[in-house]
């Protein structure tokens, strides 16, 4: 069944319909919304995980979700400023845990590069950060002089087994992951874990085509089907192969 079957017919679960409409629709589908709202149907027990969580609110496409529906997961967040603000911005949202590390292969240390705090950048510039240098640049993101705010500093890693042990979890309804170009690493060392998210939801914008294509072909071998729209890749595994897990 292709993923646009899927969401109609979660669509139609839940009283509604889609159109064809002769013209460019103003206001569209809320994807992950949508995703949640399926998932919360199909999973009493609904956990989701967060990679690259920022201050919970800058460019934060699952945050209306979080609240809108009082959900319960985990969010990531490597960088301590950052972290400090995702806490304090969740603050009275019951059910989250918060983690202070990236996602790794394995637990230890690592060097990651960030826009430095107070940098006179655009505000969404403040919550990149990766372990690729590459992906910060001025020129790859249209902000002049880019390149000279950003710098190199140490970040706790941290295994993703690891992490949900702390809380006797290996249960993810919803993973999302925005993590300036590591993303098709978590998602292959989520699915190497033995850890199969209903939904997957991550960032393809830095990845190179053929990294892509490997990531879709992984997740196709494991019943997902999927739809890239904008920079993310939507993925969600059908019923029937979430039953043989």
């Known amino acids: 069944m292709r993923l646009v079957d899927l969401a109609q017919t979660a669509i139609r679960s839940l009283g509604y319909d889609v159109v064809r409409l002769p013209h460019q629709v103003a206001n569209p589908l809320d994807m992950v919304d949508l995703l949640v709202r399926d998932a919360l149907n199909r999973d009493p027990n609904f956990f989701f995980v967060q990679v690259g969580a920022n201050d919970g609110i800058r460019d934060d496409g699952l945050r209306p979700s979080v609240l809108k529906y009082r959900l319960k997961g985990v969010l990531i967040e490597p960088l301590p400023d950052l972290f400090a603000k995702l806490q304090h911005n969740y603050r009275d949202v019951a ?36 372990f690729n240098r590459s992906h910060l640049t001025g020129r790859k993101h249209g902000i002049p002089g880019l390149d000279d705010h950003v710098v190199e500093t140490t ?8 992490i949900l042990a702390k809380y006797d979890n290996r249960h993810v309804s919803l993973m999302m992951i925005d993590t300036e170009g590591y993303d098709a690493e978590i998602v292959k060392m989520t699915l190497d874990a033995g850890i199969r998210p209903d939904v997957v939801i991550y960032e393809h914008l830095h990845l190179p085509i053929a990294t892509q294509a490997a ?10 089907r999927f739809q890239e729209a904008g920079y993310d890749t939507y993925a969600m595994r059908t019923p029937a192969s979430s039953k043989t897990m």
Do not use: Q, W
């Open 95 to 130: 059910g989250l845990h918060f983690e202070n590390c990236a996602v790794g292969a394995s637990s230890g240390e690592a060097r990651i590069y960030r826009v430095r705090e107070g940098a006179p950048v655009p505000d969404h510039a403040h919550g990149m950060a990766s």
């Open 155 to 162: 970040i706790a890693v941290r295994t993703l087994p690891e």
């Open 215 to 224: 990531t879709l072909k992984h997740l196709k071998s494991e019943g997902y």
